[in-house]
């Protein structure tokens, strides 16, 4: 019994599909994901110091002194963007250009220059981070801007230490503290993710959960078009497909965002306008699996699937932790991205910017709905089969 088991095609043929089925789904959920290293994060840097003079008359400024060490080393996996105030840069923030940005204020120099005098002055650098951009992305920028200041630290200590040898003057106990640590940093959170968010992630989370909804309603749809019309798609059966999209897309959208924030308390403050991009988000993926349904069938699902497990494992990470080849060729076009940006825009951004990724999926929208109407024009199996028996 034994033998006669093994000598079975199936067995063998399981084996193999199941060794490609194991290596596609581990290409997808770890080839992008498994060892990702930031490369050209933007950061915005504000140098506002306008500089002082030593005790013997020389001009310095640390400001400078900081954008021309930093722009000059490549150590650190960052893109600077030089903006000229803090208000430029939380602009470039609010459009989301940059992940954090660091602020060298006007009175830097100054305020270090005072720390062996009496009438010592706190310096203070600030720093903004960038949470609703991409919790993962803002980060690693603050850790990289910490270890910014840390080394800045220990330059002004070391220059104070010779300040401090070429005076007479005792230093009391609160300068010597002060010396510890002379730069303080002020952090700021802007565009926040807040709690229950998942660490920022909730655009992605829902934006899988409507792909996969929307993929099963188009699935029931397409399975009932097919046994009214037999193979061969009509005006009439399209349009139905397109009325009963809306209410199963309308429902999916209703019973996920009632669940998110009434059950699971997600942190969706704008819940109307959040229902409405979900309901149009889930609308284009509708539109966009059925048309390939309707022209090449049932040999759609998987490549809807595919593109499923391949794209979500990376919609969670910034595109500048991605691998050079993954960004070109998937997370450049993936509708799923376009999804989650507006979606981000909602609920960290107020909104701001979301023309953008909502234009793009309109765009796909359009295009799969005129696919749809045009695979009315395709000819069934059933007649291609009669024209082959006429000519014969």
């Known amino acids: 019994m034994f033998r006669l088991f093994l000598k079975q095609k199936m067995v063998w043929l399981g084996l193999l599909g199941i060794a490609v089925a194991v290596a596609i789904f581990t290409f997808a959920f770890m ?17 506002e110091d306008t500089g002082s003079k030593t005790p013997d008359n020389k001009l310095i400024n640390l400001g400078k002194r900081i954008e021309k060490s930093l722009g000059s080393t490549g150590e650190l996996p960052v893109k ?97 503290k002060l010396l510890t640590n002379p730069i303080h940093t002020q952090e700021e959170r802007i565009n926040k993710v807040g709690e229950r968010s998942g660490n920022g992630n909730l655009p992605t989370m829902l934006t899988q959960t409507l792909w996969l909804t929307t ?6 749809l397409f ?20 009325v009963t ?10 019973v996920m965002l009632t669940i998110a924030t ?34 090449i069938g049932f040999a759609a699902a998987p490549i809807f699937l595919l593109l499923f497990f391949f794209s979500m494992p990376i919609l969670s990470l910034p595109k500048e932790f991605l691998p050079s080849l993954t960004n070109d060729l998937l997370y450049s076009w993936v509708p799923f991205r376009f999804s989650v940006d507006g979606m981000r825009s909602l609920l960290f951004f107020d909104g701001y ?7 793009v999926l309109g765009l796909i929208g359009v295009g799969s709905l005129l696919v749809m109407v045009a695979s009315v024009l395709k000819p069934s199996k059933l007649s291609v089969k009669k024209q082959v028996t006429v000519d014969n």
């Open 353 to 359: 910017h979301i023309g953008a990724p909502g234009s």
């Open 80 to 176: 600077w963007g030089m903006e000229a105030s803090e208000e430029d840069a939380r602009q470039k923030m609010d459009e989301r250009k940059y992940y954090a940005a660091i602020v060298l204020p006007e009175d830097l120099t100054a305020n270090v220059m005072s720390l062996p005098t009496e009438k010592a002055n706190i310096p203070e650098v600030k720093i903004l981070i960038n949470e609703g951009m991409n919790y993962t992305g803002a980060t690693a920028s603050k850790q990289m801007l910490e270890g910014i200041i840390m080394k800045m630290n220990n330059q002004v200590q070391q220059m104070m230490y010779d300040q401090i040898a070429k005076q007479t003057n005792v230093v009391t106990i609160n300068q010597a």
């Open 245 to 254: 999209g809306v209410l199963f897309v309308g429902v999916i959208s209703a």
């Open 215 to 220: 993929f099963i309603s188009s699935m029931i």
């Open 223 to 242: 399975v009932a078009m097919r046994k009214i019309t037999h193979t061969k798609l009509r005006l009439s059966s399209v349009a139905a497909q397109l």
């Open 262 to 295: 009434s059950v699971l308390n997600a942190n969706i403050t704008d819940v109307l306008s959040m229902s409405v991009f979900v309901f149009f988000v889930g609308y284009m993926f509708f539109l966009l699996q059925n048309a390939l349904l309707n022209w």
């Open 31 to 47: 080839g992008s994901t498994t060892n990702p290293v930031p490369k050209d994060l933007p950061i915005a840097m504000v140098v």
